[in-house]
T-cell receptor
Framework: DAGVIQSPRHEVTEMGQEVTLRCKPISGHDYLFWYRQTMMRGLELLIYFNNNVPIDDSGMPEDRFSAKMPNASFSTLKIQPSEPRDSAVYFCASSFTGYNEQFFGPGTRLTVL | EDQVTQSPEALRLQEGESSSLNCSYTVSGLRGLFWYRQDPGKGPEFLFT???AGEEKEKERLKATLTKKESFLHITAPKPEDSATYLC???????????FGQGTILTVHP
Protein backbone atom coordinates (compact mmCIF):
# COMPACT_ATOMS: atom_id res chain seq x y z
CA ASP A 1 0.00 0.00 0.00
CA ALA A 2 1.21 3.52 -0.78
CA GLY A 3 0.27 4.80 2.67
CA VAL A 4 -1.68 7.97 3.34
CA ILE A 5 -1.34 10.44 0.47
CA GLN A 6 -1.63 14.19 0.91
CA SER A 7 -1.55 17.04 -1.56
CA PRO A 8 -0.18 19.55 -2.04
CA ARG A 9 3.01 19.06 0.01
CA HIS A 10 3.59 22.80 0.22
CA GLU A 11 1.14 25.66 -0.15
CA VAL A 12 1.92 29.36 -0.01
CA THR A 13 -1.02 31.73 -0.22
CA GLU A 14 -2.02 35.23 0.71
CA MET A 15 -4.29 36.20 3.55
CA GLY A 16 -7.93 36.02 2.57
CA GLN A 17 -7.52 33.31 -0.05
CA GLU A 18 -9.23 29.95 0.07
CA VAL A 19 -7.01 26.92 0.73
CA THR A 20 -7.96 23.29 0.09
CA LEU A 21 -5.89 20.41 1.42
CA ARG A 22 -6.47 16.88 0.16
CA CYS A 23 -6.03 13.42 1.62
CA LYS A 24 -6.33 9.83 0.43
CA PRO A 25 -6.39 7.35 3.35
CA ILE A 26 -5.05 3.81 3.34
CA SER A 27 -7.46 1.49 1.61
CA GLY A 28 -9.66 -0.38 4.06
CA HIS A 29 -9.20 2.08 6.90
CA ASP A 30 -12.54 3.27 8.24
CA TYR A 31 -11.22 6.24 10.25
CA LEU A 32 -9.67 9.42 8.92
CA PHE A 33 -8.15 12.17 11.05
CA TRP A 34 -7.00 15.72 10.34
CA TYR A 35 -4.27 17.20 12.58
CA ARG A 36 -2.43 20.50 12.72
CA GLN A 37 1.16 20.79 14.01
CA THR A 38 2.82 23.99 15.20
CA MET A 39 5.83 24.67 17.38
CA MET A 40 3.68 26.36 20.01
CA ARG A 41 0.80 23.89 20.25
CA GLY A 42 2.31 20.66 18.99
CA LEU A 43 0.09 18.13 17.22
CA GLU A 44 -3.63 18.85 17.61
CA LEU A 45 -6.59 16.86 16.37
CA LEU A 46 -8.95 19.00 14.28
CA ILE A 47 -11.64 16.55 13.17
CA TYR A 48 -12.13 12.87 12.47
CA PHE A 49 -14.44 10.75 10.35
CA ASN A 50 -15.78 7.23 10.68
CA ASN A 51 -17.08 5.64 7.47
CA ASN A 52 -17.11 9.08 5.83
CA VAL A 53 -19.22 10.64 8.60
CA PRO A 54 -17.74 13.43 10.78
CA ILE A 55 -17.69 12.22 14.39
CA ASP A 56 -15.87 14.89 16.37
CA ASP A 57 -15.05 18.35 15.05
CA SER A 58 -14.45 19.97 18.44
CA GLY A 59 -10.84 20.70 17.49
CA MET A 60 -11.73 22.80 14.46
CA PRO A 61 -10.54 26.28 15.45
CA GLU A 62 -13.38 28.30 13.94
CA ASP A 63 -15.96 28.51 11.20
CA ARG A 64 -13.32 29.35 8.63
CA PHE A 65 -12.33 25.69 8.73
CA SER A 66 -14.42 22.95 7.14
CA ALA A 67 -13.78 19.31 6.26
CA LYS A 68 -15.56 16.82 4.05
CA MET A 69 -15.24 13.18 3.16
CA PRO A 70 -17.37 12.48 0.08
CA ASN A 71 -16.20 8.87 -0.19
CA ALA A 72 -13.95 6.33 1.52
CA SER A 73 -10.87 7.30 -0.46
CA PHE A 74 -10.91 11.09 -0.35
CA SER A 75 -11.15 13.91 2.16
CA THR A 76 -10.61 17.67 2.04
CA LEU A 77 -9.84 20.31 4.64
CA LYS A 78 -10.75 23.82 3.53
CA ILE A 79 -9.81 27.15 5.07
CA GLN A 80 -11.77 30.16 3.85
CA PRO A 81 -10.63 32.88 4.29
CA SER A 82 -7.08 32.00 5.32
CA GLU A 83 -5.14 34.02 7.90
CA PRO A 84 -1.41 34.15 8.77
CA ARG A 85 -2.08 32.33 12.07
CA ASP A 86 -3.25 29.31 10.06
CA SER A 87 0.33 28.73 8.95
CA ALA A 88 1.26 25.22 10.13
CA VAL A 89 1.81 21.68 8.93
CA TYR A 90 -1.46 19.83 8.40
CA PHE A 91 -1.44 16.05 8.65
CA CYS A 92 -3.98 13.50 7.60
CA ALA A 93 -3.98 10.08 9.29
CA SER A 94 -6.06 6.94 8.96
CA SER A 95 -6.69 3.85 11.04
CA PHE A 96 -8.50 0.55 10.76
CA THR A 97 -10.59 1.16 13.88
CA GLY A 98 -10.93 3.98 16.40
CA TYR A 99 -8.58 2.20 18.80
CA ASN A 100 -5.82 1.10 16.45
CA GLU A 101 -2.64 2.95 15.72
CA GLN A 102 -3.03 5.81 13.26
CA PHE A 103 -0.88 6.07 10.15
CA PHE A 104 0.12 9.55 9.11
CA GLY A 105 0.65 11.10 5.71
CA PRO A 106 3.66 13.29 4.85
CA GLY A 107 1.79 16.49 5.67
CA THR A 108 1.05 19.77 3.89
CA ARG A 109 3.13 22.76 4.94
CA LEU A 110 0.86 25.81 4.69
CA THR A 111 2.21 29.34 4.72
CA VAL A 112 -0.25 32.23 4.72
CA LEU A 113 1.37 35.58 3.97
CA GLU B 1 -9.14 16.50 29.88
CA ASP B 2 -6.37 14.13 28.83
CA GLN B 3 -2.84 15.48 29.26
CA VAL B 4 0.60 14.27 28.17
CA THR B 5 3.95 15.69 29.29
CA GLN B 6 7.20 14.52 27.76
CA SER B 7 10.68 15.02 29.17
CA PRO B 8 13.29 16.05 28.47
CA GLU B 9 12.42 18.47 25.67
CA ALA B 10 15.75 17.68 24.02
CA LEU B 11 18.37 15.01 24.59
CA ARG B 12 21.86 14.82 23.12
CA LEU B 13 23.69 11.49 23.29
CA GLN B 14 26.91 10.06 22.03
CA GLU B 15 26.64 7.00 19.84
CA GLY B 16 26.36 3.97 22.12
CA GLU B 17 25.24 5.99 25.16
CA SER B 18 21.96 4.45 26.38
CA SER B 19 19.21 6.60 27.89
CA SER B 20 15.45 6.91 28.43
CA LEU B 21 12.69 9.29 27.40
CA ASN B 22 9.75 9.92 29.72
CA CYS B 23 6.06 10.34 28.99
CA SER B 24 3.80 11.26 31.93
CA TYR B 25 0.08 11.19 31.34
CA THR B 26 -3.29 11.95 32.88
CA VAL B 27 -6.22 10.24 31.23
CA SER B 28 -9.64 8.99 32.20
CA GLY B 29 -9.67 5.33 31.32
CA LEU B 30 -6.51 4.60 29.33
CA ARG B 31 -7.34 2.67 26.16
CA GLY B 32 -3.83 2.86 24.75
CA LEU B 33 -0.50 4.69 24.86
CA PHE B 34 1.26 5.21 21.54
CA TRP B 35 4.86 6.05 20.66
CA TYR B 36 5.74 7.66 17.34
CA ARG B 37 8.95 8.76 15.71
CA GLN B 38 8.98 11.91 13.55
CA ASP B 39 11.82 12.87 11.22
CA PRO B 40 12.15 16.48 9.98
CA GLY B 41 9.71 17.24 7.18
CA LYS B 42 7.83 13.96 7.57
CA GLY B 43 4.74 12.65 9.28
CA PRO B 44 4.87 10.73 12.56
CA GLU B 45 5.80 7.07 12.12
CA PHE B 46 4.15 4.53 14.42
CA LEU B 47 6.43 2.61 16.77
CA PHE B 48 4.48 0.95 19.62
CA THR B 49 1.14 0.66 21.35
CA UNK B 50 0.94 -0.23 25.05
CA UNK B 51 -2.37 -1.08 26.65
CA UNK B 52 -1.85 -1.92 30.32
CA ALA B 53 0.59 -1.27 33.16
CA GLY B 54 3.51 -3.66 33.13
CA GLU B 55 3.43 -4.17 29.39
CA GLU B 56 6.69 -3.89 27.44
CA LYS B 57 7.45 -3.86 23.71
CA GLU B 58 10.74 -3.88 21.85
CA LYS B 59 11.91 -2.99 18.37
CA GLU B 60 15.60 -3.04 17.51
CA ARG B 61 17.30 -0.62 19.95
CA LEU B 62 14.01 0.70 21.36
CA LYS B 63 12.03 -0.65 24.31
CA ALA B 64 8.80 0.90 25.58
CA THR B 65 7.39 0.30 29.04
CA LEU B 66 4.20 1.41 30.76
CA THR B 67 3.11 2.13 34.33
CA LYS B 68 -0.17 3.59 35.59
CA LYS B 69 1.17 7.14 35.32
CA GLU B 70 4.01 7.13 32.81
CA SER B 71 5.74 5.42 29.97
CA PHE B 72 9.42 5.18 29.18
CA LEU B 73 11.13 4.76 25.84
CA HIS B 74 14.52 3.18 26.48
CA ILE B 75 17.16 3.53 23.79
CA THR B 76 20.03 1.05 24.01
CA ALA B 77 23.34 1.80 22.29
CA PRO B 78 21.80 4.44 20.00
CA LYS B 79 23.11 5.22 16.54
CA PRO B 80 23.03 8.55 14.66
CA GLU B 81 20.09 7.26 12.58
CA ASP B 82 18.01 7.13 15.79
CA SER B 83 18.06 10.94 15.82
CA ALA B 84 14.46 12.18 15.53
CA THR B 85 11.60 13.63 17.56
CA TYR B 86 9.82 11.00 19.62
CA LEU B 87 6.14 11.64 20.32
CA CYS B 88 3.95 10.02 22.94
CA UNK B 89 0.15 9.98 22.71
CA UNK B 90 -2.68 8.62 24.85
CA UNK B 91 -6.16 7.49 24.00
CA UNK B 92 -8.77 7.60 26.71
CA UNK B 93 -12.48 7.09 26.63
CA UNK B 94 -12.92 9.55 23.74
CA UNK B 95 -13.12 7.04 20.92
CA UNK B 96 -10.65 7.76 18.17
CA UNK B 97 -9.02 10.78 19.79
CA UNK B 98 -5.28 10.82 20.48
CA UNK B 99 -3.74 13.46 22.75
CA PHE B 100 -0.09 14.06 21.93
CA GLY B 101 2.78 15.35 24.05
CA GLN B 102 5.15 18.01 22.79
CA GLY B 103 7.82 15.44 21.96
CA THR B 104 11.48 14.85 22.81
CA ILE B 105 14.09 15.84 20.24
CA LEU B 106 16.81 13.19 20.30
CA THR B 107 20.19 13.86 18.72
CA VAL B 108 22.80 11.09 18.61
CA HIS B 109 26.32 12.17 17.75
CA PRO B 110 28.77 9.76 16.09
Amino acid sequence: DAGVIQSPRHEVTEMGQEVTLRCKPISGHDYLFWYRQTMMRGLELLIYFNNNVPIDDSGMPEDRFSAKMPNASFSTLKIQPSEPRDSAVYFCASSFTGYNEQFFGPGTRLTVL
Amino acid sequence: EDQVTQSPEALRLQEGESSSLNCSYTVSGLRGLFWYRQDPGKGPEFLFTLYSAGEEKEKERLKATLTKKESFLHITAPKPEDSATYLCAVQGTSYGKLTFGQGTILTVHP
